[in-house]
């Protein structure tokens, strides 16, 4: 889609679009409603500050719809689609990775009630399977902070997916 097109669009059309990115309305709220964008850097740059901070219901409700690190997204939707292709680097065939990797999710579900959050993009197995290691040390509060952090770097990312000429 054009910069263009997503500036003249409708409201609700124009939210819609970017609910894959990050389904938390007011975050999508506040970047249609700030409209117009002369670039995408500059959308970016807006998405990086909306709804700051995130309420811990809306990071709940964000997280729903992501699938545990080295699982699969099932289904045709978008944000599937988009899950799919983020974990690409995380390889299925090590396998003492991913039982790694699922008994690390397993032990950060119990630790802070929800699911393992990292912007994939870019990293390997062994480089996720390392920071869920080193983030099942830290306090909730601390947690707290690198979810929402994680949430803006995958937004921003789809984001600048959903501009790309």
């Given at each position: 889609m054009l910069l263009e097109e997503y500036n003249a669009a409708d409201r609700g059309a124009a939210i819609a679009l970017l609910?894959?990115?990050?389904?938390?309305?007011?975050?999508?709220?506040?970047?249609?409603d700030g409209r117009p964008y002369d670039?995408?850097?500059?959308?970016?740059?807006r998405a990086n500050s909306a709804a700051s901070p995130f309420t811990a219901a809306e990071v709940e409700g964000a997280l729903a719809?992501?699938?545990?690190?080295?699982?699969?997204?099932?289904?045709?939707?978008?944000?599937?689609?988009l899950s799919r292709a983020e974990q690409a680097g995380v390889d299925q065939g090590d396998v003492a990775v991913a039982a790694a990797l699922a008994a690390g999710n397993a032990a950060y579900e119990r630790r802070f009630g929800r699911v393992f959050?990292?912007?994939?993009?870019?990293?390997?197995s062994s480089e996720i399977l390392e920071a869920l290691t080193e983030r099942l040390g830290h306090t909730g509060a601390e947690e707290d902070l690198i979810v929402?952090?994680?949430?803006?770097q995958i937004a921003t990312l789809r984001l600048k997916g959903l501009f790309a000429t």
């Open positions: 609910r894959p990115c990050l389904d938390i309305s007011r975050w999508c709220e506040e970047l249609v670039s995408v850097d500059e959308l970016a740059a719809r992501h699938p545990r690190i080295g699982e699969r997204a099932a289904g045709a939707h978008r944000e599937a689609a959050l990292i912007r994939a993009a870019g990293r390997t929402a952090e994680q949430l803006r």
